[in-house]
């Protein structure tokens, strides 16, 4: 089975321009969480989604964040415009319904704005 | 609110050590506990999981009791490899929406 898929796996851009970051869930997984880790502050949650709705997302570290989840295979999260503290590693997990709680995560886009 | 504290890394060991990796949490309710391990380059990956008190989680040759007098549920291994090395994140899930993570333990095993 395929997991979590996320695209790109590593983006260089430089400071102002718009990041897109990608994520496919598992088929049937109705949450869909977006994590960001740095060495500084770690794991990250961002935002989260249940049935594309978003629940939560007192994460969004700006307004210059922004996430969709257009429908349940796919997800994005948007940076506009970046900033060189924006680099980071970028996860995207899910989640099925009626388990206990167990999350599966994406190899992570790694972003670097110069 | 609930949360999950783990022991500050990095954690080094020679191959074939004894390893302990500590974990408490707090939490209102009845949460699943469980350890992540993420390798280099790699998202976090499930590790082992326990559901209820006492439940005892295990892969790979770890294990993880669920401890609820004691509030823990730390990680365990008997003989690391060289491949153990990497960090591991406990976590807690009390039903609701979220995962808590803790900070993270980086392992590092010598030859």
């Known amino acids: 089975d395929a997991g979590v898929i996320q695209s790109p796996r590593h983006e260089v851009t430089e400071m102002g321009q718009e990041v897109t970051l990608r994520c496919k869930p598992i088929s049937g997984h109705d949450y869909l969480f977006w994590y960001r880790q740095t060495m500084m502050r770690g794991l990250e949650l961002l935002i989260y989604f249940n049935n594309n709705v978003p629940i939560d997302d007192s994460g969004m570290p700006e307004d210059r964040f922004s996430a969709k989840m257009p429908n349940a295979s796919f997800s994005t999260l948007k940076i506009q415009p970046s900033e060189p503290r924006d680099s980071a590693v970028y996860f995207c997990?899910?989640?099925?319904?009626?388990?206990?709680?167990?999350?599966?995560f994406g190899e992570g886009s790694r972003l670097t704005v110069l | 609110g609930d949360s999950v504290t783990q022991m500050e890394g990095p954690v080094t060991l020679s191959e074939e050590a004894f390893l302990t990796i500590n974990c408490t949490y707090t939490a209102t309710g009845y949460p699943s506990l469980f350890w992540y391990v993420q390798y280099p380059g790699e998202g976090l990956q499930l590790l082992l999981k326990?559901?209820?008190?006492?439940d005892k989680g295990s892969n790979k040759g770890f294990e993880a009791t669920y401890r609820k007098e004691t509030t823990s549920f730390h990680l365990e291994k008997g003989s690391v490899q060289v491949s153990d090395s990497a960090v591991y994140f406990c976590a807690l899930h009390t039903g609701g929406f979220k995962t808590i993570f803790g900070a993270g333990t980086r392992l590092f095993v010598k030859a």
């Open positions: 997990a899910s989640r099925s319904p009626g388990t206990t709680g167990e999350l599966f």
């Open positions: 326990a559901t209820k008190a006492d």
